[in-house]
C-alpha cells in the first residue's frame, strides 16, 4: 500500500501515510464477489440462479486496516480511503464581482482571472466563482455545504466553463433546468457567436488568419496512462488584427471560436506562432510552447512531464513559508512575484445567441475590455470594438 502510495502521489511524503495507517485515518476497502458472498454466507440458492450472477457484481466490502496494511498487497478492485484536511490553492481577493445581466433565471459576471469556475478536484472546491457568486446570495443562516462531506448546495450553476486563467463572460443559471437549456444551446454551437479579446506576442500583421489544427488533449499534470495523452479534435478559429504596440512587439487580436475545445484558442495561436502573453503552459516559456498536431509517443510525454515536474520544483523553491497546518503537516506558499497582472491575456469578451424563429429568445452579452486592453489600445479603436467581426 505504501509502496502504491508513494509512486503516485508524489506531492505527499511517505511518512505521512504511514501516520494516516497507524491512527486508523487510512484504509483499504476490498470488494467481494456476490458468488463468493452467497457461498461463504451460506446462501442457498440454484445452480441456475448461481450463474446468472454476474462475476464482478459485488454485495459488500471487507475493511482492512492498522497493523494488518503493513504486507498487505493491493489487487485491481481495491480502494484506499483516508481521511484527509482539503488546503485549496489561493486566488486574487475580489471585494465585488462585475455583474452583467442579472434577470429572474440569469446571472452573467465578467469573470476575473485567476479564479476557477466550478469546484475542480481537491484545489478548488471553495475558492470558485460558483461557490463565492452563491456565498454573496445566501440567505442569513442558510449553510451552502454539508461541514462533514464537504458536500457543497449552490444557488447558482454554470452553463459553460472557461479556463480559470482566462477572464471574461460566464453565464449562471439560477435553476437547474435553465442550465439545462442554456448549456444545450452553447453545445450545439448553432447560432452561437463567441468572440474574444487576446493579447499576444509579434506583429501580427492586417489579414485575417483560419486555424483550423486539430486539438491535441495533453495534460503533462497526470502520467500517460492515466490520461496524459487523451485525444485529437477538430476545432476551427479566426482571428482578426486590432493593434500593434511597438513598444512590447505584441498585438491585439479580436477571435471567434466556431468549435468549443478545451485550450483551442491558446493551441491555435501557439500553432500560427503568436503565443498568449502570461500563457503559463502553451506561452513562450510553457512547457506546450511548440506547435503540436499529433498525440506524442509515451517517450515523448514522458520528457515534457519531466520538464513540467523540473519547473514546478523550481518555481516552489522560490516559494515563502507561510504557514504549516497541525494536522496532515501540510505547508502552505507565500509567492511574493505573485501579481494581478501576472495572468493570462485572454478575455472572453462577447457571447451571442441569435434566434431567427424567435426573436424573444435571443440574448448577447459583452463585457468591458480588461485593463490590459485599455494600457495599450487607443480610446478611439477601443470605441470601434463592438463593430468588428472576424
Known sequence: VLEYLQKNFIGKNVDFFKKQIEEGKLWVERPIPMRVCAKTNGLKISK????????????EFVTIKGEDLKDFKLKKSDVIANYACIHELKIPHIESFDIIHESKDLLVVNKPSGIPVHPSGMSYRFNT???????????PGKSLYNPETLEIFPSLWPCHRIDKETSGIVIFAKNKVKCGEISKLIETKENITKRYLIHVHGKFGNEVKTCEDPIVDVDVCKKYENGGVSRIQHAKSTFKFVYYDAKTDTSILLGEIFTGRKHQIRQHLRNEGFHIVNDPLYGVMGILKDKMTGLPNRDQF????????????????????ESR??????????????RADSYMHLHAWEYTYTSEET??????????????ITNIVPPNLLESLGNRKC
Not at 466563482?129 to 440567505?139: A, D, E, N, V, W
Not at 426573436?359 to 490590459?372: A, H, N, R, V, Y
Open 359 to 372: 426573436p424573444k429568445l435571443s440574448w448577447s452579452f459583452i463585457t468591458s475590455p480588461p485593463s490590459w
Open 129 to 139: 466563482l460558483q461557490f463565492l457568486l452563491s456565498k454573496k446570495r445566501c440567505s
Open 302 to 321: 514522458n520528457a515534457l512531464r519531466g520538464e513540467y515536474i523540473k519547473k514546478m520544483e523550481e518555481r516552489m523553491s522560490k516559494f515563502k513559508k
Open 325 to 338: 497546518c497541525l494536522n496532515c503537516n501540510h505547508i502552505n506558499y507565500f509567492d511574493d512575484n505573485f
Open 48 to 59: 441456475k440462479a448461481h450463474k446468472s450472477l454476474k462475476k464482478n457484481s459485488v454485495v
